[in-house]
Structure formats: C-alpha cells, structure tokens
C-alpha cells in the first residue's frame, strides 16, 4: 500500500466522476471508509443497496460512492460509478494497513536447496524446505512451512502458519489465512481383517491464481492424481476439501463447508456456510447451495439447493420432530383414508343413486 | 500454582465448612480431585447432581464436597458449601499443573519497537510485530505471532501456536488455546464481471476481559468496524466467527458452532455444539440454542430454540425422509380430504335428514 | 522408502502370484500406481470394484492387481491377490515419497530435562519442553511444540504444526498430521451469579498405537480422567473430541464429526463425515453413523443410523420444510379425519342397515 489518495485521485483510480459539494476539495485526503451511519468527515462512504438509502441525507462521510441516479440525492460530494458496491471492494484496497516484515528473517529455515525470488519475504520460524519455489514479491508469514518441492507463486501471501506440504503448487496473487493446511493425507484406508491399512496419498494439490482461502481450512493431497482447485476460487475459514476434489473457476465456498472424496464442483458456484457434498458427485456450473445443506447427488443443472428444517422453539420443535419418525406411517395412513373414502362416496353415491 | 492446599487450607480458600471424620487429620494435603466412584483415599470429591448420590457411601475419597442437606450421609469428611459444583470449579485450580517456560526464550522474535512487559513470558520460536504490546503476566506461548499493534492484556495467556493478526486486541485475564485464529479477514467479496473482488478488511477484532477460547477456533477482523466479544464469552473448539459480528457478555459456545457475518448474540446466551446462526440476526439476551440448530431469523426473547431432525436406523430413517420431499403434497391431500369429508358429512347430514 | 520395486518384488512384497504378458519383463521398475485409465505402460493399476471392470481391457498400465478370477481379462501382466484393494493399500507405501529433514535441526528448541531418543528427528522451530520424550524413529516435524512430560512414541511422525500439551501420550506408530492439537483444555466451566467459573482440565490425552490423526483436528484433555483413543483408531481432519471422551479400537471418524463430552464410541465404528455425537452417550461396537446424523441417545446396538432431510431445489425444499413445523398439527388432524371417518362409515353402515 501507498499513499492515500486524495478525493481526485480516489476518483480516477476507480473511474468514478467527482461531483463536489459546494466548498469541498478535490484535494482532500480521506482517512478512510465506513458505512453512511458511522462515517465520519474525513471518511468516504457508499450507497450499494437501497436499504440503506434512507442514511444517505443525514450522512457526514465526505464523499459518497453511489449511482448517477441517486447522486442529486447526496448532501455531500459524490463519486458517481455504475456499480458502488465493486467501487467500494475496489477503494478498501487503499486503506488496508495489513503489514508484513520486509526480507528474509534471520531466524527462517531456507533449506540451500530451496529457491527464494530476491523479492519475496520470509517471515521468522518460517522453514522452506528442499527443492521448494517462492516466487517474486511472494510473502511466507512468520512459523509458515513450505514443504519439499512445492511451489509458491509470485505475488502470492501465505499468512502466519500455514502449511504446505511436499509436492503442492499454488498459484500467483493468492492470499492464505493462518493455519491453513495444504497437502495433509487424504482419508485414504482398506479395511483387511477388521483393521484399517494406510492408502498412502500419492497425488499433490494444485491451486490457481487469485485464489483466496480462509484460516484452519485443510485441501488434502490427492490419493493418486491432484486435488485441484481453479482459477478464482474463494474459500472461506475451517473448510475441509477433501482428497481429488476439483472446483472450478470463480467458486465461493463459504465457512465450515466440507466436500467429500473426489466430489466435483463447477465454475461460479456459490457454497453458503455449512454446505456439504459427498463424495464422487459433481455439481453443475453455477449451482448456489445454501446455508448446511448436505448435497447427497449429483446436482445436474444450475440452480439453488437446499436441505435442512427450520428452526422454533425447542417445545415446537420437538412436538414436530418427533412426528418426523413417523411421517411414513402418517403418509400410508393418508393414502389408506383418501381410498376409503373414495369408496365411501363411491357407496354414498350408490346408495344415493338408489335413493 | 503453588503448593497444594491442606484440607484446612482447602476449606477456607472455598468458603467451606470442613466436618471432619473420626479420626481425620485437616492438615492431610490431598493429592487431587476426582469422581465420588474414582477417587482415592488422598483425593477429594463432590457431589453436585442428585444422579451421583448413590455413590456417596461407597467413596473412598479422603472428603467431599456436598451441601449442608446431605453431609450427614457423608462416610468421609465433608467440606460444606452451598454450591458443591462451583466449589468444585474453584477447587480445581489447584491442581492444576499446566506448565509454561518462564521468561523470554532466546527464539522468540520480538520487534524492537514492541512493548513487552518484564514480567511477561514469551516462549520459544514465538514473534511480536512491531508496536504490538504484551501485558504484566502475560503468557504468549511457543510458537505464537502477535501481530503488528496489537495488545494482549495483563495475566492473558495464549497457548503455543495462537496467532493474532495486526490491530486487535485481547482483554486482560484472557486464555486462549492453540492454534485459534484471531483477526483474519473476513470473507466479503464484491462480485463482478463473474469474478470476485476483494474487500480489504480493515476492521479488527475486540476481546473483553476473563474470556476463554478453545483450539483451532477463527474470530475474523471485521470488514470496517471490529468484531467484537464481550466479557466473560466462553468460546469452545474450532468454533467459527465472522466479520463484525459481536457476542455479549458471559455467553457460552460450544464447539463447532458458526456465527455468521454481523450476527449479534446477546448476553449470557448458550449455543450447544454444532449451532449455527446466520448473517445479520440478532439472538436475543439469555438464548439457548440447542445442538447443531441452524438459526435463520433473529430471536426477539429469551427461550430454548432447536431445528433438525431426530436420528434412528438408516432404514427407517430413510423411508420417512423421503416423505419429507412429500410433505407439501401430503399436507394439501389432508386438506383436501378434510373438505370432501365435510362435504360428505353435510351430504350425509342432508340425506339423514331427508330420510 | 527405499529404492522402488520390480514387478517381481513387489509381486514378493505383496505375496501376489505374477502372471506376465507375453513379452514382459519381471525386472522392469514400474514408476508408480495409478488408475485403470490414467495409468501409463509405466505404472501399476488395480481392480477392486466390479464398477472398474470395463476399463480392463483397454488399460495401458505395465501391471494390474486383481483377483484370479478377473485374471484372464487382464490384457497386460496381473498380479494375482486375494484382496486387491488391501494390495494396492499396501503397494502405496512403496511410492509415498513424503521427505522430512533428517536428524535435530539446530533452530529447535528441546529443553535439556527432554528425552529425545538418538534414532528420533525434530525439525525447524519445533519445540520439546520439560521432561516430554520422543521414541526411537519418531519424526517430529517443523515447528511442532511437545509439552511438558508429554510422550511420543516410537515410529511416530508429527507433521509440521502439531501441537501436543503437556501431559499427553500418543502411542507407536502413530501418524498426525499438521495443526492438530491434542491435550488442550476440555470445556468445562461451572455457572455463578450468572458468570462462567473454570472448571481447570486435570486429565490428559492417552492415544494408542498406529493411529492417524488428520489436520486442525482436536482432542481435548480429560477433566479428571484421560480422554483415551483406542488402538489403530483413524480420524480425519477438523475432527472435534471432547473431554473424556473414549473412542475404542479401529474405529473410523471422517472429517468434521464432533463427540461431546464423556461420550463412549465403541471399537470398530464409522462415523461418516460430519457425523455427531452429543454427550455422556454410548455407541455400541460395529455401528455406523451416517453423514452429517446427529446422535442424541445411546445406541444398544451395532447398524446404520442416520438423520437429517433429503436435499432439494430450494423452491420445493421450502415448500415442505415450512409443513415441517405443522407436522404434529398434521398428525393430529390426520388422526381427527381417521376418527371421523370410522364414525362415517359406522353410521354408514347403520344407515345402510336401516334400509
């Protein structure tokens, strides 16, 4: 991160028309970004979603990021774009203070084999190991490990603790969240004699450019060929993927989702908090599954999935659930009632017609 | 730790009356705690559920803690209080022999212009970033990272392997286990173009005083404002937290439970494992969500809320749930069936009549 | 691992019977193992599912495990076995090529009251603190912390990032993989005028022989007692084990399943992924808990158990989980038309009798 940039400069890095307000100064340097409500004076704000709208006259930010249609509206300057929500995600890039030591740190472990770009950092404790890549500008967090032979891209920060293990590829302009681990065995085991024998995971893991993953998640290792996820994806905290599967481009896999054994899902897929799928289906290209929904098949067109029961009071809730274990034999009682009175009017109408 | 207590000792740090057997000695210093079933004669008991009484005149412990209204049953001696199960609690700090290396180790790496405090320890391979600050007492374990500007208050401990991100900070008396993350982004991602932008996360996250937090748990940073826990939180393993959502004081989570963006939950809430609360809801004071509940909407009172369905053989399980998918249809034919049985009813009425 | 095998000694090694193509050559090194159809004329292959049986004939691969029933299909050399799936579980292990750093790296810390046995490794950044010991070819990797008095047993590895506290044992022969962190403090804390009281964790963690333990998974410390995982016991990543929890020998838990409390999983379960067990419940030997089921009550005996609702397009699937919250409604009118309807047909029949 630079400078700051002016309301001018904010402006034209992400092509929005400055309409000032009467006596504001182009030359102004916000000191950062908040919501209509909270901003401050030296603060930008947006207007992405017309629920918030009624905030716009009473706000105090400096500048606002909204449409042409609602900027006669704005009490103060506006930054007029097509879409503010983008031109928001685009601006807090300017204000994000994250650090990160600068070099090598003296107390890494480089394994001599290893290959570090002059440009990358290496955080303290981080330990690459043999025959392992870091590309330029690349950031290794502090206690990071870089297992034997994988390879990290240029541009790509790996936060503080992740892991690596041997053999794995990740891609350029990643980011990855602490204690994430990359590589681990798949759950891989024959069971002989009432024991389980180790299937040693032999594959790696590849992953594409412009992926983001959150902290404590865990993308396993293939069992022969890679486990694979595509360009663009974003993947949230403490999400378990298994061993060969495969996402696709531009997916969203939000917190505490799990994807079994050799699952495949598509491009611009969106996976809500929770969501599961089991293992060896494939999901359709632009499927969106919600909130702990469990995908048992395959899912074969675009669409939204669910599963689950809506939640109530506990005394509710356990009135209906317990009805739940007899839901078959309420539905063959049903069946059995609509035939018998089926012959019932069926004799009424009989006895009627004798009438 | 210090010494473990003598029988007198222990009865007055816990406010207890100490009735001694015949021929007991209040000087014996008990060797630990344990289950009324298991103790030995050198350990003390308790008994706080009514479901535990039974074994009360078999125990050998050498005394137990127990209410003034069933000390007489007590073969062994009694320490008596009002509340065996806090006493309990309380009693347990004395034995336990959680270990930490005293001092800074010589691996830790520790920014010139970081604050520790000289009676703070810092274990090995630990890191503290610039500016950030570790309070009187403090603990930061093996191979921890406190980030840059962050503050960790007096007497907190964290265990071997936390890391904290830049900019947050944790209250005073705090313990957090390992491997927990704090302060990684959140995941907010402004859709564009079939791709994903970033949003920075630029706010952090703030952890009141006496709040314990298990393993492997992610409390993100918020994406402007902090997330935000509240004094006294308990907060379990792996449990997941997202951007800017706040938790009141003195609740309790228990493992595995996921909050989603900007949720609040009041005080002195209880989410059993598994539970869930989805983004922007508010659960209100004194909730208790009972295991694995998906919360979707905000709750508006205190009460006990549930969702799901109750297991039992796969079989059975799967004739009914398939009824499920049918549920809508069986709930109009029930409907329908009402009807045509009033019509019948009414016809039959007619016809009686006309009779 | 060694240098890789013959055909001819790996047929040895797995007590395969070899049966040549015409034109092969015993002596041949085979590069590795892959499937019927990825697998090159350098590779072994194996069919242990009748569901791959199609992809014999046109396998290219230099040699295929299989059964001698299926041996005469085989267009290219067989080795001959009883169980194919267990031999390619064992061939595995002659092509893992998993490296680690060889002896103590000089960056770990290892407290001289440690007990590291001469044949063990430790690498970068790990950590062995007061009086812990590590068996004789035990590897514990990169930035691993073993806490006081804590025991690793011979040919153990701990991959990098494993963290075991103080007081624990993790048996032979074991695997554990990163993140992990066995022995922190179970959750247990005793209310008081509405605030938490610590319940401090007295027990440990006692894990047996040849047991895997997959990524950011936990295994809390007992309270009094020991939370103890029987022998040749396999669980998966992000796996959640409460205090005191028993889990007996070969059982199988997948990733994201969570045990409470004081729960007693019996030998030779599975727990299929995201399978869950509330506490102080029995689980019978033999059982099996499908995905993402929800154990509430013990289970006498071994079968499948299962929970949960069948996912569906989220139009339909809300359609009849709003019916779910009317089901008891549902029965009891079900039950009123059934009574209604015998009425029906009694004066119906009286009516027809009257005639």
């Known amino acids: 991160m630079t400078d700051k940039p002016t309301l001018a400069q904010l402006a034209e890095q992400l092509g929005a028309r400055l309409r000032l307000a009467p006596g504001a100064d182009a030359g102004l340097v916000p000191s950062g970004l908040n919501t209509l409500q909270d901003a401050s004076d030296s603060q930008v704000s947006f207007l992405a979603s017309a629920n918030y709208r009624r905030f716009l006259a009473g706000t105090r930010a400096c500048a606002v990021l909204l449409t042409e249609e609602l900027a006669a509206e704005c ?13 928001f995600a685009r601006a807090t890039s300017f204000y994000d203070t994250a650090p990160h030591a600068p070099g ?3 107390s890494a472990a480089i394994h001599a084999d290893a290959e570090v770009d002059a440009s990358a950092c290496v955080g303290a404790g981080a330990v690459i190991e043999a025959r392992a890549r870091v590309g330029a500008g690349a ?16 541009g790509t920060r790996l936060h503080a603790g992740v892991i690596i293990y041997h053999g794995c590829s990740i891609g350029r302009d990643c ?3 602490s204690h994430t681990v990359i590589g681990a065995d798949g759950f891989g085991f024959a069971p002989h004699g009432g024991q389980w024998t180790k299937i040693h995971q032999l594959g790696g893991v590849e992953i594409g450019d412009e992926v983001e993953i959150g902290a404590c998640t865990c993308i396993d290792r293939g069992a022969l060929g890679n486990t694979v996820i595509g360009r663009g994806v974003k993947i949230d905290n ?21 994807i079994a054994g050799s699952a495949t899902i598509g491009n611009r897929c969106t996976l809500a908090g929770g969501a599961g799928v089991v293992g060896h289906v494939t999901v359709a290209d632009g ?40 839901l078959d034999e309420m539905a063959r009682r049903l069946k059995d009632l609509e035939r018998r009175l089926e012959i019932l009017v069926a004799e009424g109408g009989q006895s009627r017609e004798k009438e």
């Open 238 to 258: 403490q999400v378990q993927i298994a061993h060969n599967v495969r996402i696709g481009d531009y997916s969203a896999i939000a917190a505490c989702s799990a």
């Open 287 to 326: 499927s969106h599954i919600t909130a702990r929904t469990l995908v048992t098949k395959s899912i074969d067109s675009a669409g939204s999935y669910s599963s689950g029961t809506p939640f109530s009071d506990s005394r509710n809730w356990r009135r209906n659930a317990v009805r739940f274990g007899q």
């Open 175 to 177: 980011i990855v969240h």
């Open 75 to 87: 009490p103060v300057s506006a930054l007029v774009v097509d879409d503010p929500y983008y031109a």
């Open 139 to 154: 950031i290794v967090g502090a206690n990071c490990v870089v297992g034997g032979g994988s390879e990290i891209g240029a």
């Open 104 to 106: 090598i740190h003296p």
